[in-house]
């Protein structure tokens, strides 16, 4: 197996002369089997060498070729370049359809013939610079020069085809990268200058921070990357090793680096990645969330760290330029919300160029609000939030504590980073908040209403989407919520969370073990998770403790007393809706929670619009008459007393 070798710059003909040079040695190849059809033609002496080709030199380099091996890839590029040479081996021959080289052909013309060019450990065949047919003898099969190899010895620049429908080239130049993560493309670098092609693994959650670490890298060491996605390797040992062997011939004419997106990678992707990592002479990165073992192979490891707060800044105001100094203050804001890599600042201030100073600030708030939305919309439902303060029915005390929640997260850049406490401890600065109370009573409304006030999308959590019986997939599920969410453009609400954050049990089978463990996984994101969480529960008790040591806030929603019930039914109506003689004191009575106040005024609003009337208390007895048949009980006499009298 051939090493691939860094310090080596392909060759290309790029000029009159270097084409020139190939045509001389095909000339010579026609000279030699014109010579063996007839020794005695009178012609000018031809030299023992063909002339240098500097293309074939390079391609003999690469490879390890020996003179009588470069010889065979010349014989076989005059079937394409003199249409001539296929009538002589006809000739030689003696067969008028035999218009083609073959092993047989190459050992009767040349000198330095050896008949170790057949094994299949010999480059033209291990590289399969060659396509032989298939013969029962191997000495008279046709052979001819593989695509690839013919236009690289054309000095053509192209890729193996054959190599198209699994690997891709990642194309563009490298963004700038922060100094913390320069510092990781610098590592990269020297191991790859000192030849050091050892299978790697790069560790970072954003695929496009990879991605740009390794631009990096190519730029220097002028490298070409190319891409390769685990979902479509294939699992046939047969099929995976032609891939193998067709990429590592690939790396080495084009000087590529391989990138394996392994984010998503099930077991039997990894296990494909372990046979064909394995032995491998070439660069290699495997991309992953975080470190993982693929086989017995070992991998150096290297983890890409999350820009700091300077860092972040810094990128900004480099892109910006001038536009930097017309966020008046709310640059500081933007820096300690959004989570995003250098590609997602570049193009956000690229978009602000034609902005006007007094829209910028807005402008690239909702630029940056809107990057986690494709990748958190395939997990979870966004919400439109619409609720404001006022609608929120609330005793002060929770309504405080609600506020405190909203300063928190507006303050975080200037407690975090100007005083520091982010420096003491990465851990912990996330803001969890715990709603807990009956249903209907305004958990949902609540992170809707805090939503709007930081100006950010909602999304509430599937728990049946993220809950599996397979180990370890409730985790992964998590892990990729948890990822798409630190760039802070959302607020997760993880509705009834006593069926996720429940109490840890004791170990009994395995079932209790993976339960427990799913359990500590959340622990552990959560606490490390810089965005804000809110959880609401019907059940607080079933809330595990550890949760709740962890928890920043815990609000209570009680059940809404009478005169809470009218203050929500005087503004449950939109403006527009037409009412009459509605009597909230009296509403009030309804012993229903917000929600189902909610469902209430809505569907006796569909009755009045059937009367072509306005909503009036005798609608309203009709829907709430309905909403008690479908949550299962009867309105009181005292509920329904005005209807009565």
């Known amino acids: 197996m051939q090493s691939f070798e860094p310090q080596l710059k392909a060759v290309q003909p790029n000029t009159a002369d270097d084409l020139q040079a190939l045509y001389s040695a095909i000339a010579w190849i026609r000279s030699i089997l014109t010579t063996k059809i007839d020794p005695t033609i009178t012609q000018t002496p031809f030299a023992q060498t063909p002339p240098h080709c500097c293309t074939l030199q390079a391609l003999s380099t690469q490879f390890g070729l020996t003179a009588f091996e470069e010889n065979v890839l010349l014989l076989c590029a005059a079937m394409e370049l003199e249409p001539h040479c296929a009538q002589l081996c006809a000739q030689i021959s003696g067969n008028p359809q035999q218009t083609y080289p073959t092993f047989g052909l190459a050992l009767s013309l040349f000198a330095e013939a050896a008949w170790d060019v057949l094994a299949t450990e010999r480059p033209l065949r291990y590289w399969q610079l060659l396509q032989i047919d298939p013969h029962t003898q191997l000495t008279h099969a046709r052979i001819a020069l593989d695509q690839r190899i013919f236009l690289a010895l054309l000095g053509v620049d192209s890729f193996d085809a054959t190599l198209a429908d699994w690997i891709k080239p990642i194309v563009g130049e490298p ?9 990781i493309a610098t590592q990269i670098q020297e191991r790859w200058v000192n030849e050091q092609f050892e299978p790697m693994q790069l560790c970072h959650p954003d695929l496009q921070v990879q991605i740009a670490t390794l631009q990096t890298v190519c730029k220097h060491l002028n490298f070409q990357l190319h891409k390769l996605w685990a979902q479509t390797l294939p699992t046939q040992p047969q099929a995976l090793q032609h891939l193998k062997r067709r990429w590592q011939r690939e790396a080495i004419l084009s000087r590529s680096v391989l990138l394996i997106d392994c984010m998503d990678a099930g077991l039997e992707q990894q296990t494909a990645i372990a ?43 480099q892109h910006l330029g001038r536009q930097a100094a017309h966020l008046n203050g709310h640059l500081d804001p933007l820096v300690s919300q959004f989570n995003l890599n250098s590609h997602t600042i570049q193009a956000a201030c ?9 829209a910028l600030p807005q402008h690239l708030w909702q630029y940056c609000r809107t990057q986690a939305r494709p990748q958190l919309d395939r997990l979870a439902q966004r919400i439109h939030c619409t ?4 609608e929120l029915m609330l005793p002060e005390r929770e309504k405080g504590t609600l506020h405190d929640v909203a300063v928190q997260v507006q303050q ?23 709603f807990a109370g009956p249903s209907g009573t305004g958990k949902t409304m609540a992170a809707e209403v805090l939503a709007q006030e930081f100006q950010l999308d909602l999304y509430r959590i599937d ?10 997939e409730t985790e992964k599920n998590l892990r990729q919520i948890f990822d798409a969410a630190e760039s802070g453009g959302a ?29 500590s996984y959340l622990l552990q994101r959560m606490e490390a998770y810089q965005g804000l969480a809110i959880l609401t529960t019907n059940l607080k008790d079933s809330i595990d403790q550890a949760f709740i040591r962890r928890l920043r806030f815990i609000v209570n929603f009680p059940y809404p ?32 929670a917000g929600g189902n106040i909610r469902a209430i005024a809505l569907n006796s609003a569909f009755i009045a619009a059937d009367a072509d009337e306005p909503v009036q208390m005798k609608h309203i007895l009709q829907a709430a008459q309905a909403e008690c048949t479908k949550i299962g009980r009867s309105l009181t006499r005292k509920e329904v007393q005005y209807w009565l009298d």
Not at 175 to 183: R, T
Not at 350 to 358: C, G, L, R, S
């Open 275 to 317: 046979q064909l990592i394995q032995n491998l002479t070439i660069p290699v990165m495997l991309c992953t969330p975080e470190r993982q073992t693929f086989g017995a192979q070992p991998l150096f490891s290297l983890e890409i760290p999350k820009p700091s707060h300077p860092e972040k800044r810094q990128l900004w105001e």
């Open 350 to 358: 690229h978009t602000a160029q034609a902005q006007p100073p007094e």
């Open 175 to 183: 963004v700038q990268l922060p100094p913390s993560q320069a510092a």
């Open 387 to 390: 609720a404001t303060w006022d």
């Open 561 to 592: 007393s009478p005169e809470v019930r009218g203050a929500i039914w005087e503004q449950i109506f939109p403006s527009h809706t037409p009412t009459q003689g509605l009597d909230y004191q009296l509403l009030g009575q309804l012993d229903m």
């Open 412 to 434: 975080q850049a200037k407690v975090y980073e100007q005083w520091g406490f982010a420096h003491k401890s990465t851990r912990g600065l996330g803001i969890t908040a715990l």
């Open 491 to 519: 607020v997760l609400l993880f509705d009834e969370a006593d069926a996720l954050f429940g109490k840890r049990t004791q170990v009994k089978d395995s079932h209790d073990r993976h339960a427990n463990l799913e359990v």
């Open 463 to 472: 728990l049946s989407a993220v809950s599996s019986k397979y180990i370890g």
